[in-house]
């Protein structure tokens, strides 16, 4: 559900840029109020997590469409909404910059769409309704699913509300929005089951490191054992298991293609969108999470991506996710130690 700038307009983007920029600001001066030891850590290694696993897309069966975890919801259960707002912002600039996921106009949507959703809204007024900050295996495996939906399902509207006041695409409202939701409804299901599998690994290997737990901590135990495994699982991911990603197009190209015939749109070619993709070109060193490719090579690249084969190994592929994950670690452990210096 990463927008790319086709679809939005200067003053679409401009807005919800401003919107984001406060709601890190804001963030920024809760999670200050309330840090401890323990959050540095974890935002940075969760983030580490969500940015590897957000490489691999999940065929939607009977679609020909996939999708990959949006992760809003798995850092706000376990670092809670304002610092969980925090690391997705971090590990969307880092797609967006150095791996050309999204567009840096649209940076400030997507932020957004993926972030505020599940942290103030899925997260307080559903998931928190259903545990009660209990984790019993079968009310946690409900409210994440109950959660992880409606977290995408208003996500996926936002997008198409976005796109609609944009005015610079030929995507119509009704038949936009009508693929839009029922495929983030697929995608929605399976991030609840993912969450949750998270979350009670979590729960179960230290209580501790919850949350809703973190509060009244002790500090004599530690969290190593949880930080150690996040940290592998997101180098096993980005580095060998993201070969396995689906080459399906996602909920969003699925259904702009459903639309117009084609994955991407042809939205405005202004001034300011070129002056934006030139600056991406420059900046993403590993564009679509693999090793550049020139013009020479692409002009040969004949075979379509829906037929090539599977698993993609690629050596590409793994220098992406085991760098971007790191990076991420870093922007997102640097952020938390700023807070805690502050």
């Given at each position: 559900?990463?927008?790319?700038?086709?679809?939005?307009?200067?003053?679409?983007?401009?807005?919800?840029?401003?919107?984001?920029?406060?709601?890190?600001?804001?963030?920024?001066?809760?999670?200050?109020?309330?840090?401890?030891?323990?959050?540095?850590?974890?935002?940075?290694?969760?983030?580490?997590?969500?940015?590897?696993?957000?490489?691999?897309?999940?065929?939607?069966?009977?679609?020909?469409?996939?999708?990959?975890?949006?992760?809003?919801?798995?850092?706000?259960?376990?670092?809670?909404?304002?610092?969980?707002?925090?690391?997705?912002?971090?590990?969307?600039?880092?797609?967006?910059?150095?791996?050309?996921?999204?567009?840096?106009?649209?940076?400030?949507?997507?932020?957004?769409?993926?972030?505020?959703?599940?942290?103030?809204?899925?997260?307080?007024?559903?998931?928190?309704?259903?545990?009660?900050?209990?984790?019993?295996?079968?009310?946690?495996?409900?409210?994440?699913?109950?959660?992880?939906?409606?977290?995408?399902?208003?996500?996926?509207?936002?997008?198409?509300?976005?796109?609609?006041?944009?005015?610079?695409?030929?995507?119509?409202f009704s038949t936009f929005v009508l693929l839009m939701l029922p495929i983030h409804l697929a995608i929605g299901i399976?991030?609840?089951?993912?969450?949750?599998?998270?979350?009670?690994?979590?729960?179960?290997?230290?209580?501790?490191?919850?949350?809703?737990?973190?509060?009244?901590?002790?500090?004599?135990?530690?969290?190593?054992?949880?930080?150690?495994?996040?940290?592998?699982?997101?180098?096993?991911?980005?580095?060998?298991?993201?070969?396995?990603?689906?080459?399906?197009?996602?909920?969003?190209?699925?259904?702009?293609?459903?639309?117009?015939?084609?994955?991407?749109?042809?939205?405005?070619?202004?001034?300011?969108?070129?002056?934006?993709?030139?600056?991406?070109?420059?900046?993403?060193?590993?564009?679509?999470?693999?090793?550049?490719?020139?013009?020479?090579?692409?002009?040969?690249?004949?075979?379509?991506?829906?037929?090539?084969?599977?698993?993609?190994?690629?050596?590409?592929?793994?220098?992406?996710?085991?760098?971007g994950g790191l990076m991420t670690l870093g922007l997102a452990g640097l952020i938390g130690f700023a807070l805690k210096?502050?």
């Amino acid at each position: 559900m990463h927008m790319a700038d086709a679809l939005i307009s200067p003053a679409v983007g401009g807005a919800l840029w401003m919107v984001t920029a406060g709601l890190i600001a804001y963030c920024a001066r809760k999670v200050k109020q309330t840090m401890n030891d323990r959050l540095v850590p974890m935002m940075g290694v969760l983030g580490a997590f969500i940015f590897a696993a957000q490489m691999i897309n999940f065929s939607i069966p009977g679609t020909g469409s996939s999708g990959h975890l949006g992760g809003g919801l798995i850092l706000t259960i376990l670092l809670g909404p304002h610092a969980a707002f925090l690391v997705i912002a971090s590990v969307l600039t880092m797609q967006a910059f150095f791996f050309a996921d999204g567009g840096l106009l649209a940076l400030g949507c997507n932020i957004f769409n993926l972030g505020f959703f599940p942290a103030f809204i899925a997260y307080p007024f559903i998931y928190r309704a259903i545990t009660r900050d209990e984790h019993g295996i079968l009310r946690a495996w409900l409210a994440a699913i109950v959660a992880a939906v409606v977290g995408l399902q208003l996500g996926a509207f936002s997008v198409v509300l976005e796109t609609k006041a944009s005015g610079i695409s030929e995507l119509p409202f009704s038949t936009f929005v009508l693929l839009m939701l029922p495929i983030h409804l697929a995608i929605g299901i399976i991030e609840g089951l993912a969450t949750a599998a998270v979350v009670l690994f979590v729960a179960h290997a230290r209580p501790e490191a919850m949350f809703a737990a973190q509060i009244e901590a002790n500090k004599s135990v530690t969290l190593a054992p949880v930080l150690i495994g996040l940290m592998v699982a997101a180098l096993i991911t980005g580095g060998a298991v993201s070969w396995f990603a689906s080459t399906h197009p996602d909920g969003l190209e699925w259904s702009i293609a459903k639309v117009t015939g084609k994955e991407e749109v042809s939205g405005s070619e202004g001034d300011l969108h070129a002056k934006l993709a030139h600056l991406q070109e420059k900046t993403a060193f590993l564009p679509d999470y693999s090793f550049k490719v020139l013009e020479s090579d692409a002009a040969t690249e004949t075979i379509p991506a829906t037929t090539k084969r599977w698993p993609v190994v690629s050596a590409g592929t793994s220098l992406a996710g085991i760098v971007g994950g790191l990076m991420t670690l870093g922007l997102a452990g640097l952020i938390g130690f700023a807070l805690k210096a502050r």
